[in-house]
């Protein structure tokens, strides 16, 4: 594959390097002269000079061929534009654009940009799994489905210890996939029993995420942690 | 009218002012509290510090309840995103942003951003006073 990336960063290089050893051929672009001098003795023609927002630097690159853009900046907006102008002018199939600001997922997401990885989100999903007794963590999305994949804690004393999946009556949108029971992995069938502490994976929708929580904390559907999780 | 500006530089000052004084109600947003010094003396709107592409900071200038929003600051890009916001999110009546590039001002007007290029403005407008001395130039050798 093609990939141009624009933001020659530690991300940015780390990134091309990476890809480049899985053999595809890379265009790291960044505007600082010196910088893009200090890249080019590890990376060699796959970085250039120029600011990756610029229609005539994209041009000039073949971005028209580019399979994938990734904007890997320090910058929201620079993100943003660079991803649009790819998808826009250049009718790249897939943009990826970095999000430092979690809260401008939701804009990136609305304005068509493929994917978007907030550093920030995934940093806090790993510290609220982290937390003991924590309640519902988003470990991952999947774009495409719409869903995501979410780790919910059984509490100690729980409503539910010694019920059965099927007998939670999980709506449709929740498909609970695993289940840890301290060293143990299990397979989770109908019949399958959930115990206290118990750590529960379903790969679910945002609003199958909220009805799973209230369901195994016997609660309400108001959370503390939709503070913590983030729209899709 | 309650307006929303991002970018107190020469552009956003002297809009301010001028709308304020037509009587509307101005919040006007930087990121450096000294660009407010550029405001008139007659100025009577509100003046916020902060980054106008922060959801929170636009919330905070009354976005909710604007009919329109300008974004000038000197960055292109702060201006595209700020305008998007407002107009994919707090879905603003009117969304007027300054683009310098034009090949950008290409793009986000087809995406239906209203947008000013000062540059292709500036251009054209040289263009037409050349075209026009050249004119009167060979008009007067005759």
Do not use: W
């Given at each position: ?71 890997v ?14 998808k ?10 970095r ?13 068509g ?20 007794h ?6 991952a999305e ?63 929708t945002n ?23 983030e729209?899709? | ?14 809009l ?127």
């Open positions: 594959m093609y990939i141009v990336i624009g933001g020659g960063g530690q991300v940015g290089f780390y990134l091309t390097k990476e890809l480049l050893d899985q053999n595809h051929e890379v265009l790291l672009l960044d505007k600082d002269a010196r910088r893009v001098k200090q890249l080019s003795e590890e990376l060699g023609a796959s970085v250039a000079r120029g600011d990756a927002c610029e229609v005539r630097v994209l041009e000039e690159y073949g971005c028209d061929r580019a399979e994938v853009v990734i904007a900046t320090g910058d929201d907006e620079d993100n943003l534009v660079i991803c649009q102008i790819a826009l002018r250049f009718k790249v199939k897939k943009t990826i654009a999000v430092n600001n979690p809260r401008n997922r939701r804009l990136f997401k609305k304005l940009i493929d994917t978007t990885v907030s550093p920030t989100s995934s940093i806090l999903s790993v510290i609220e799994s982290q937390i003991p924590h309640t519902l963590v988003h470990l999947l774009n495409r489905a719409g869903l995501g994949l979410v780790e919910v804690m059984v509490p100690q004393d729980s409503t539910i210890n010694g019920q059965t999946i099927r007998s939670l009556d999980l709506p449709m949108s929740v498909n609970i996939v695993l289940i840890i029971r301290g060293d143990e992995k299990i397979t989770p069938q109908g019949d399958s029993v959930i115990r206290d502490d118990d750590h529960i994976f379903a790969l679910t609003e199958g995420a909220s009805a799973l929580r209230a369901i195994i904390l016997g609660e309400s559907e108001e959370s503390e942690t939709e503070q913590l999780t729209e899709v | 009218m309650n307006i929303v500006i991002v970018g107190c530089g020469r552009v956003g000052a002297t301010a002012s001028r709308l304020s004084q037509q009587k509307n109600t101005i919040t006007i947003i930087d990121l450096d509290d000294d660009a407010f010094r550029r405001l008139d003396k007659s100025f009577r709107g509100e003046t916020l510090i902060g980054d106008g592409t922060d959801q929170e900071i636009l919330r905070r200038a009354g976005i909710e309840d604007a009919q329109a929003f300008v974004a000038v600051t000197n960055g292109d890009n702060r201006n595209i995103m700020a305008a998007q916001i407002a107009q994919h999110i707090f879905h603003t009546p009117t969304v007027v942003c300054r683009i310098y590039d034009p090949k950008r001002e290409e793009i986000y007007r087809a995406l239906g951003l209203t947008v000013i290029s000062p540059t292709t403005i500036g251009a054209e407008s040289i263009l037409e006073k050349l075209h026009e001395a050249t004119q009167a130039a060979t008009a007067q050798s005759r």
